[in-house]
């Protein structure tokens, strides 16, 4: 790439600029019906109760993409890790390095503060993606299975009973 990235952590003010990101990988992942996310959400959730970060990719000053994560744990490990949330490069900007630029300034991070890994989820659909993680060295875990429990179904959960 001619020009550099710079990049920075997003403050309170860049909340709307996020809330954009997150519609256009929606809308590239075929989900954006499902983005219920608002400005008011994201910046109590950002900024106020300080579960994730974001990390903005800019070339002369302009967004070009970012990276959402927050800091999980291994039992394993005993130690903390970095799990990536969300990853987008404005279709414009793909192909120039920023991706990978994005990823290795995570992995700077992660070992700055100690963790033991770096961690994501990937579509099974999308193959330039998973190609580009493979290219990188990422491993697939393709034992596990994810298992997700929302909406009502979690509400329901919460509030049964334990057994006596």
């Known amino acids: 790439?001619?020009?550099?990235v710079r990049f920075r952590f997003a403050e309170?003010?860049?909340t709307p600029l996020v809330l954009e990101f997150i519609i256009e990988l929606a809308r590239y992942e075929k989900l954006e019906d499902q983005v219920v996310a608002d400005v008011e959400t994201l910046e109590r959730e950002l900024f106020d109760e300080?579960?994730?970060?974001?990390?903005?990719?800019?070339?002369?000053?302009?967004?070009v993409g970012f990276a959402?994560?927050?800091?999980?744990f291994s039992t394993f490990l005993g130690r903390r890790g970095l799990y990536l949330e969300d990853l987008?490069?404005?279709p414009a900007w793909r192909g120039r390095g920023i991706g990978r630029a994005l990823l290795a300034?995570?992995?700077?991070?992660?070992?700055?503060r100690g963790c033991g890994r770096l961690e994501w989820w990937c579509l099974d659909w999308n193959?330039?993606?998973i190609g580009f993680y493979r290219f990188l060295g990422a491993e697939a875990m393709d034992e596990w299975t994810v298992y997700r429990?929302?909406?009502?179904?979690?509400?329901h959960l919460a509030h049964e009973s334990a057994p006596e």
């Open 1 to 4: 790439m001619d020009t550099p």
């Open 149 to 155: 429990i929302a909406g009502d179904t979690l509400r």
């Open 50 to 63: 300080g579960g994730a970060q974001v990390l903005i990719a800019e070339v002369d000053g302009r967004p």
């Open 127 to 129: 193959e330039s993606s």
């Open 12 to 14: 309170r003010e860049d």
């Open 88 to 90: 987008y490069v404005r």
């Open 105 to 112: 300034r995570l992995a700077r991070i992660a070992c700055e």
């Open 68 to 72: 959402l994560f927050f800091h999980n």
